[in-house]
Nanobody, 115 residues
Framework: QVQLVESGGGLVQPGGSLRLSCVAS????????MGWYRQAPGKGRELVAT???????NYEDSVKGRFTISRDNGKNTVYLQMNSLKPEDTAVYYC?????????WGQGTQVTVSS
């Protein structure tokens, strides 16, 4: 059974940084596309960034140049380094893993950007 556990969220001031982590278990992690999504209050879930098994990355336009997705296959972990955070980045951030045509989600971690 695939399980994803996120950590690293919290309250940060505008301009600050956070690093989210997501540990996967029960999957063939090194072969799968991993992603981070977010959902702000009253809005739908949106893609933030993805990373393939070979390390190719893709970012939503509003986070390009500020966020970096990376992975450590030895630790079955995907990261999201978030710099220059803005109030509009406030959301619950979810880890996502795609395997054999199925999708798996973590429980989410809250990120709040506020002064």
């Amino acid at each position: 059974q695939v399980q994803l556990v996120e950590s690293g969220g919290g309250l940060v001031q505008p301009g600050g940084s956070l690093r989210l982590s997501c540990v996967a278990s029960g999957s063939i992690f090194r072969f799968n596309v991993m992603g981070w999504y977010r959902q702000a209050p009253g809005k739908g879930r949106e893609l933030v960034a993805t990373i393939t098994s070979t390390g190719s990355t893709n970012y939503e336009d509003s986070v390009k140049g500020r966020f970096t997705i990376s992975r450590d296959n030895g630790k079955n972990t995907v990261y999201l380094q978030m710099n220059s955070l803005k109030p509009e980045d406030t959301a619950v951030y979810y880890c996502n893993e795609k395997q054999y045509g199925l999708e798996y989600w973590g429980q989410g971690t809250q990120v709040t950007v506020s002064s």
